[in-house]
Structure formats: C-alpha cells, structure tokens
C-alpha cells in the first residue's frame, strides 16, 4: 500500500486557529483601527499580553479529507507571544499552543492518528502569525488572523505512519474572528470564527478540503504586570 505524506513540507506549514486565496474583495470594508485599553487609545509605548482559554470542553477543526468527515479536538489552547500594538494591530510572530488533542474520522477516534509536536502527543502548535482589526460590510469590526508569511500555512497536524488519512496535515487560509462586543470595553471577550468570511482548507485549495471551518469559540483577556482585569476593545476604522 503506498501512503501519501498529504502535508508536503514543502508547501510551508493551522491556526487551528490558522496567505488567503481569493477572498471576496468586498468582505472588509477598511483594515486597521484602534484598541481601547482602560478606557484610552491604546498607546504605542504599551503592549499588553493578550492570553485565552478554550470556551466549553473543546476547540474542533472540522474538515474532509479522502473523502472522509474529519475532526481534530483540543481541550485547552493557549496563545503565545500575542499582544496588542497601537494600529488596531496584533503583534507579529505570536503563535497558538493546542494541547489534549485528538483525531476522529467518521466520528471515531483514531488513536494512530492523535496529533503531536515532537515528543507531545495530543500537542499541534501553529506557526507564526500576525494579526489587525477590519470593518465588514454592515459596520461590524472583526479581527483578521493569517500567516505571518503570505502563502505559507498556518502550521501542520503531525500523525503518525500508521494514520490512515496521512502522516501531515497543513492548514492553509485567512480566519476572520467575530466578536459581537468588540466595541465594548470587557475585561473578557469571547472570539469565533466569522464562517461567512472565513477561508480555511487542509492539504490544497479543493472543495472537498474548503469545508474546513472552527467549532467552538474562546475567551480572550489580557495579562502582565498592569493589565490583569483591565478592560479592553478594539473598533476597525
């Protein structure tokens, strides 16, 4: 039986969290803005650590691969070296660490196929990526998250030799996160996918694999000397 390394390191490396391939032009109708920090603009000098939980029991990537209903679930996520800059902007090179993961294809578990990063099983990191605030159309401000390097993937699912669906699984595309108290200043913010204008694929850019989308959403809050409890927002220009 050959066994086809669907990943193909070759073409770079999910925010499960997760450049865009022909989004519609008309999805954002400005990039950029402003982050409101205790009740101010956002300031230059200040960069606070945003930071964030899974909300409920679990974050699912949902997709098709040969033809089969796949499910990858993670029970905690956690963001690394994300903040917030003045521009309406997140910092470049932040990352997300998903851990408690697991693989199910046709709504079975496939232990042969669980997720791991080099010694941690059940553990997918992403890689770097970048992050600003947007205004789409109907005056609602949402966050746009992609690759810090246009073309390249959001990182890849590691699996074993044995996994059925192959041994690497990269998550390419541009996700939109909706938040609809974005404006209002909240200590905690609960963020999902934006579906309408999100555009998510594993492996090529096929129909079959564009069914890719997140289930679940997260809770977002700030942290660091100063920032514990204060509360925040963001409006798009």
Avoid at 160 to 181: A, M, R, Y
Wanted: proline share 2%.
């Amino acid at each position: 039986m050959v066994r086809s390394r669907l990943g193909l390191k070759a073409l770079g490396l999910c925010v499960l969290v997760l450049g865009l391939m022909g989004i519609s032009a008309g999805a954002a109708q400005a990039e950029g803005g402003k982050w409101f920090f205790n009740g101010a603009e956002l300031s230059a000098a200040l960069e606070p650590q945003v930071v964030g939980e899974v909300d409920g029991t679990s974050a699912t990537l949902k997709t098709k691969i040969i033809g089969k209903v796949v499910k990858f679930t993670c029970t905690k996520a956690t963001l690394v070296g994300v903040k917030l800059k003045s521009g309406g902007t997140l910092s470049t090179g932040g990352s997300v660490r998903f851990e408690g993961c697991k693989t199910f294809i046709e709504g079975v578990e496939s232990k042969s196929c669980e997720p791991f990063t080099g010694s941690e099983k059940g553990v997918v990191v992403t890689d770097k990526g970048k992050g600003l605030l947007a205004l789409h159309t109907g005056g609602l401000t949402t966050t746009i998250i992609e690759p810090e390097v246009a073309g390249k993937a959001f990182g890849t699912i590691h699996m074993s030799e044995l996994c059925s669906i192959g041994e690497e699984v990269p998550v390419f595309g541009k996700l939109f996160i909706k938040d609809t108290e974005a404006t209002t200043e909240l200590v905690t913010h609960l963020i999902t996918e934006l579906e309408a204008l999100t555009k998510l694929y594993v492996i090529s850019d096929t129909a079959e694999h564009l069914e890719t989308k997140i289930e679940g959403g997260a809770k977002v809050f700030l942290t660091g000397t100063g920032h514990v409890g204060v509360k925040w927002s963001g409006k798009a220009n």
